[in-house]
């Protein structure tokens, strides 16, 4: 089976990113806009409600995702991996 030796770690559930002291919270990242902040940005930091991921391409329906969702509906997977 295509991908079943994955390097993963068990991560306990609901874990978030601010719960893992090894993730730089977003508020220490440096972050630079020109001309401000863009104004999705803005409405998502007023109100996490309204973030939603799209996902489109080779999927058919494409989907739409809310942050609750994406929290409540997934199992967590953790992979140590560099960008």
Do not use: C
């Not at 994955?6 to 874990?15: A, D, F, Y």
């Not at 220490?28 to 401000?36: M, R, V």
């Not at 109100?47 to 409540?72: C, K, N």
Request: hydrophobic share 40%; charged share 25%.
């Amino acid at each position: 089976m295509v991908g079943a030796n994955l390097n993963t770690r068990e991560v306990r559930p609901k874990m978030l990113p601010q719960d893992d002291d090894r993730i730089t919270p977003v508020a220490e990242l440096f972050t630079y806009h020109i001309f401000g902040r863009p104004k999705q940005l803005q409405r998502w930091h007023a109100d996490h409600s309204s973030y939603s991921l799209v996902i489109t391409g080779l999927v058919d329906p494409p989907l739409r995702l809310s942050l609750s969702q994406i929290r409540d509906d997934f199992q967590p997977v953790a992979a140590d991996m560099v960008l």
